[in-house]
């Protein structure tokens, strides 16, 4: 165990709709990336922020969105489903804001239908 | 553009046979590679941090090497308990923070 929660562990949508992703990341971790796992592209990287202020952007579709809270949970926001959204989507933190030791959560399963 | 790949794609070993999984990179400015397990249906786990040519790390079973150009992660008598995806990343210097760029990864599975 990570110590890093993510939910709901899956999802089963129709385009167009809209998700919310959770992430609690590890007691103490300050930082919180977000990445998206499919099989044709591998693990890709999204977002990252540090307690509470965006750090590093990827390749995020302006479909989606992110923020991190003042208790430092994270949620990655994704509208207008399209059929290539479906994936696993991965929260990970760390401690400090640059390291490459991350702590992964079992992931969310995205289905969109 | 940063390129990390791994190679074979997948492995079957038999239990105590050895071998090397590779990850080449071409990355300008490299500051750090490091290694992943991933279980079916779990996230990732942290394995090792290498940061410049000729560095070495092991754990267990695993030892993993670094060039300037690629590393190996040498499995020495596997067990099927180490049966996994295995994922190498790298950071590159320009990056305000952490930001890794994954390969694809090497499923490895160890056959009793």
């Known amino acids: 165990d990570s110590g890093v929660t993510q939910t709901p562990k899956h999802l089963i949508t129709a385009t167009g709709q809209r998700v919310t992703l959770r992430c609690s990341p590890r007691s103490g971790d300050l930082s919180v990336y977000w990445y998206q796992q499919s099989l044709d592209q591998g693990l890709q990287f999204l977002i990252q922020?540090?307690?509470?202020?965006?750090?590093a952007k990827g390749n995020i579709l302006e479909r989606f969105s992110a923020q991190q809270f003042p208790d430092l949970h994270s949620e990655l926001n994704l509208s207008s489903l399209e059929l290539g959204d479906s994936a696993l989507y991965f929260c990970?933190?760390?401690?400090?804001?640059?390291?490459?030791?991350?702590?992964f959560g079992e992931g969310s399963r995205l289905t969109v239908l | 553009e940063d390129q990390v790949t791994q190679s074979p794609e997948a492995l079957r070993l038999q239990e105590g046979e050895s071998s090397s999984l590779n990850c080449s990179y071409t990355v300008s400015g490299l500051r750090g590679l490091f290694w992943y397990r991933q279980d079916p249906g779990k996230g990732p786990e942290f394995l090792f941090t290498?940061?410049?040519a000729g560095e070495e790390k092991e754990k267990e079973r695993l030892k993993a090497t670094l060039t300037k150009k690629e590393s190996f992660l040498h499995i020495t008598a596997p067990k099927p308990e180490d049966s996994a995806t295995y994922l190498c990343a790298v950071h590159v210097s320009g990056a305000g923070s952490y930001q890794l760029t994954f390969g694809k990864g090497t499923k490895l599975s160890v056959i009793p």
């Open positions: 922020y540090y307690n509470g202020e965006e750090r």
């Open positions: 990970a933190s760390s401690v400090a804001v640059s390291t490459g030791e991350l702590f």
């Open positions: 290498l940061y410049s």
